[in-house]
């Protein structure tokens, strides 16, 4: 099934706004010359280990469950008007585990979650290759969609305007700081999910230093608060 970015290869964009996303990206990414507005700052989230419990490949909606805090943090976010988009890593679609239908019912799911306590997400993105996927079209990945590339954070940037110099990725594992890297952002690790074994065991080899280091979603909202305080809104 292909998404409605033409030449994007597989699905990577959450089902229940594929629909509009022609729309969107027309309204809110590409205003007149005349109504050129500022960009607005952003949090690009993982999925698993920061927003949603770990639990190994999620193949039935009923086993994502939030973690404590996430939903509050989120909705922090929101009343901020800081853009909230969640990039994740499927392999599980390439490997075989769930399906595309599975994965569109466990956001719809994670979605309801989130209102339930106020809060809501911008965007989700996610990317099912894998270089040893059962179906050959699933091990390609031309526009780096696959984190540590770029390819979903240049989609969320199609469809919002986003001042990239406040604009954070907020992870669990190595790889989500070496996608801030390659993407020119901040980044900031948490020890919920996988962090806290990445941290104490493997941080000598981490090839990209995290900007800060928070205990989880929540702590680092706060931080990402703070920091746009401190940091002047940029000027079109």
Sequence with gaps: MAGPESGLGPLIIDHLEAHSMSKSTS????????TRRAGRPCVFLDRDGVVTREAGYLNHPDRLELLPGSAGAIRRLNERGILT?????????ARGYFTEAVLAKTHRRLRKLLAERGARLDAIYHAPMHPQAKDPALRRDPDAMRKPGTGMIQLARKRFRIDMSRAWVVGDRTGDMELARNAGIGSVF???????????YHRRE???QPD?????LAEAARWIAGELRRRPQTKK
Aim: charged share 10%.
């Design 27 to 34: 309204n809110k990414a590409a205003p007149s010359s005349g």
């Design 85 to 93: 988009v969640v990039t994740t890593n499927q392999s599980g679609i």
């Design 190 to 200: 948490v020890l919920s999910g996988y962090g806290l074994g990445e941290y104490e």
């Design 206 to 208: 981490w090839a990209v």
């Design 212 to 216: 800060h280091i928070c205990a989880n």
